[in-house]
């Protein structure tokens, strides 16, 4: 058992000390009622935030995967170079080659 205080220990210290400060009156059971009520909202909300990171998060590998497929290393004349930089169609390249990883995939790797 743990001797940090809950939050909702805190919020009803809270409660407490923002009435007294502006002498404000509330009968002491009236304070884990209180502090129920707004820890119940923060709840809500907090659920609600972590729903939305969840989804962020997701688009995000996504899109990483997506920008990983189209940089993506391939094999040709004997070297390594990156897919999309060197516009390669399976068999020869509409562009100059270009190393991989390309800065493309450096720069997203940093980011990881
Ligand atoms: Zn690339």
Sequence with gaps: MSDQPTLRDRAIDAIARDLNAGRFWLPTEGRPVAADAVLALVAVELETSQR????????????????????????????????????????????????APCPTITALNAAA
């Design 52 to 99: 939305r990171s969840i989804r962020i998060q997701t688009l995000l590998d996504e899109t990483r995967d997506r920008i990983r497929k189209l940089h993506r290393p391939v094999e040709h004349m004997g070297r390594v170079i990156c897919a999309e930089r060197s516009a390669y169609c399976g068999e020869s390249t509409d562009n100059p080659p270009a190393p």
